[in-house]
């Protein structure tokens, strides 16, 4: 029975903890005149890393980085025990083998690179497989045994008056191929973040986001040694706590929690200020040293000019620097936000519709199963509605970004794939994208009220024609059979006969005329449905009519009456303009819209003559397309969306 993995990270944990042990022990003799708290500082800086490396190893048992990271400060603590153990040759009393480690501890410093070359070969996820990367470590670990050898080799023969001969050849031998080796081993990430996949490139920009101010501290390190004698410690303290406290951070988050910040907004910005404050530097320096010139290189005028130039270019090349750098390093985010804002513009130009907004956020954010829900102004608490207008809930186990102007909800992105990342991403763009979310919101609500006013219109209208029915053409009815009555008793060539029966068909006339009013409020055919409305609407027309409308189709009554009129104003219009052959009218339900064409044989070129159906159709939230081209006939499209029943 196998127990769980030991983590490989025990091997340089145990080299860390006996490096630091004998460098204590090695302090702590009487000749070592150094203070204990350079030692102290030296030992917990060495420890972060190992530290680290212990985190990532017991979290990822199996994986490589957890070692390597750990090697990071185990290493230098082996290298520098090691240092201090041959050091002992030159006192009074050496520690057993110490000439023997004074000639190894000579070119032991290339080890310190030991734990930098193996991270670069597993991070993110372990050694890549195949022979050419096992060659590369292999080559790597015997360059620096080479190097290490030559250097060692090389001081202790100069030390002994032994000229070698081979000195020169083999030193550019074993150097050449230790800087050919690690220039393969940094390869590695390189190949694997154009290759790799989503997780893979931001656990690697979390490593470039450690490891970016190493090259530059190094270079300041140089710099002050150099031009401002300054000692090795103070000049290289920025870089070596770099490299040993932010470059483990960043690995330790880039494997534990690589989402857990936009690694990406934050590398960015980094390389920006860096980039922007080497720029303003240079201005500085050619500004005070061309205006300086002329005055004197120390003159008030050259200094204050230069600090006004700078300042004065500073904020607008930060912003052009971070679009720069935008472009290149957050590419993901500047796409987003290009793409939103030709979106944004093309709405406020007309030229997009603000509904397609949640197409337009599912394409950037490369999520097919995204969803825009929206609050309606006056709807019911936890009532949402899509961008159609279709009633919709908020999932409760789904992710979601909420969408609120102050206190007020505007409603919510719901994402369909979920990361830290993703989430981030998905707020930024709902910001980018808050004007067409905003419109969308606000013509949906004037759709639902435009709705509600007509659903209520014609429902007045049906209780004024059953009014009509019920009420005035019933009483006009007895009346006038009362009269009938009473005209019978008088003979039938009397004036009275004849004015009686004038007034009865008086009161027909009026009865006529209320049926007419109250049939062109809402038409009477739509009783027994709009399919029956409409066979019985061109069942007498004097061309043949080609109709096809599914029988059991069920709409709303406002969206019903409005197709009845839509279907017979158009074939009025192709019977009396067209001179058509043939009218062909389709209705369809789809996907709870209402698709009408009206098409015709005709002469076509209709240019106007339409404009009470477009107003009709739009008051009802609908769409509608003409095309007639001279010659071709002419063809109608509406879609009326009833997914809600409006009206019923």
């Known amino acids: 029975m196998t127990g769980p993995p030991r983590p490989r990270v025990l091997l340089p944990a145990g080299v860390f903890a006996a490096g630091a042990g004998l460098q204590v022990a090695l302090w702590a003799r009487p000749e070592r005149g150094e203070p204990a708290p350079v030692l102290a500082a030296t030992l917990a800086v060495l ?45 009074p009393r050496p520690w057993p083998g110490a000439h023997i480690l004074y000639g190894v501890k000579l070119g032991a410093w290339v080890w310190n690179l030991a734990g930098f070359a193996a991270l670069c070969l597993v991070f993110p996820s372990g050694l890549p497989p ?7 470590a292999w080559t790597a670990a015997l360059t620096g045994v080479a190097v290490h050898a030559v250097v060692s080799w090389t001081i202790l023969a100069r030390q002994g008056g032994r000229p070698n001969p081979f000195e020169a050849p083999l030193t ?92 990406d907004r934050l590398l960015g910005s980094s390389v920006a200020w860096l980039l922007t404050s080497v720029i303003s530097a240079a201005i500085f320096a050619c500004v005070g040293y061309a205006v300086g010139g002329p005055v004197g290189a120390g003159g008030r005028l050259g200094m204050s000019g230069a600090s006004f130039v700078t300042a004065l270019v500073l904020l607008p090349l930060h912003r052009q620097v971070n679009g720069w750098v935008g472009r290149v390093v957050d590419r993901e985010r500047h796409v987003v936000d290009a793409r939103l804002h030709r979106f944004v513009h093309a709405v406020r130009d007309g030229t997009a519709q603000p509904e397609t907004v949640e197409a337009v956020l599912r394409d950037v954010l490369a999520d097919p199963g995204l969803r825009l829900l929206v609050r309606l102004p006056h709807g019911a608490p ?165 109709l096809s409308v599914p029988p059991d189709v069920r709409v709303g009554e406002v969206v019903a009456t409005t197709a009845y009129f839509v279907v017979s104003e158009v074939y009025a219009n192709a019977l009396k303009h067209a001179s058509a052959g043939t009218v062909t009218i389709d209705v369809a339900d789809t996907a709870g819209v209402l698709r009408i064409v009206v098409s015709d044989d005709g002469v076509g070129g209709a240019r106007g003559g339409l404009t009470s159906v477009r107003d009709r159709v739009t008051s009802v939230g609908g769409e509608m397309s003409v095309s007639s081209p001279p010659g071709g006939g002419t063809l109608v499209e509406v879609r009326i969306p009833h997914a809600h029943r409006r009206g019923r």
């Open 172 to 263: 550019l031998a074993a150097f050449g191929g230790l800087l050919a080796a690690l220039g393969a081993v940094v390869l590695g990430p390189v190949l694997r973040y154009r290759r790799g996949d989503e997780v893979t490139r931001l656990r690697l920009r979390w490593l470039m986001l450690g490891a970016g101010a190493v090259p530059v501290l190094l270079a300041c390190g140089w710099a002050a040694q150099t031009w401002w004698d300054a000692t090795p410690e103070v000049a290289y303290t920025g870089f070596l706590l770099a490299m040993l406290v932010a470059v483990p951070a960043a690995v330790a988050v880039a494997v534990l929690r690589h989402d857990l910040f936009d690694v």
């Open 130 to 136: 195949g022979r050419r990367w096992r060659a590369v």
């Open 47 to 91: 420890s972060i890393p190992v530290l680290f490396g212990c985190l990532v190893g017991w979290r990822v048992p199996d994986g490589q980085v957890g070692a390597a990271l750990a090697w990071v400060g185990a290493a230098p603590a082996a290298v520098f025990a090691v240092e201090m153990w041959g050091e002992t040759d030159l006192t």
């Open 382 to 546: 936890g009532e949402y509605a899509d961008p159609s207008g279709a009633p919709a809930v908020l999932p409760p186990d789904r992710v979601s970004v909420p969408l609120r102007t102050g206190e007020v909800e505007m409603g919510a992105i719901v994402l369909g794939t979920v990361s830290a990342r993703r989430l981030r991403l998905a707020g930024h763009a709902a910001v980018q994208a808050r004007l067409p979310i905003e419109v969308t919101r606000l013509r949906l609500e004037l759709r639902a009220g435009r709705a509600r006013m007509l659903a209520a219109s014609a429902e007045e209208r049906r209780q004024l024609e059953r009014d009509l029915h019920d009420g005035a053409q019933q009483q006009i009815v007895a009346a006038g059979m009362r009269l009938r009555s009473l005209q019978r008793r008088f003979p039938g060539g009397s004036p009275e006969h004849r004015d009686l029966d004038a007034v009865v068909e008086a009161l027909e006339a009026t009865i006529a005329e209320l049926r007419r009013l109250a049939h062109g409020i809402r038409p009477a055919r739509l009783d027994d449905g709009l399919a029956a409305a409409l066979h019985a609407l061109v069942a007498a027309g004097p061309v043949p009519v080609r």
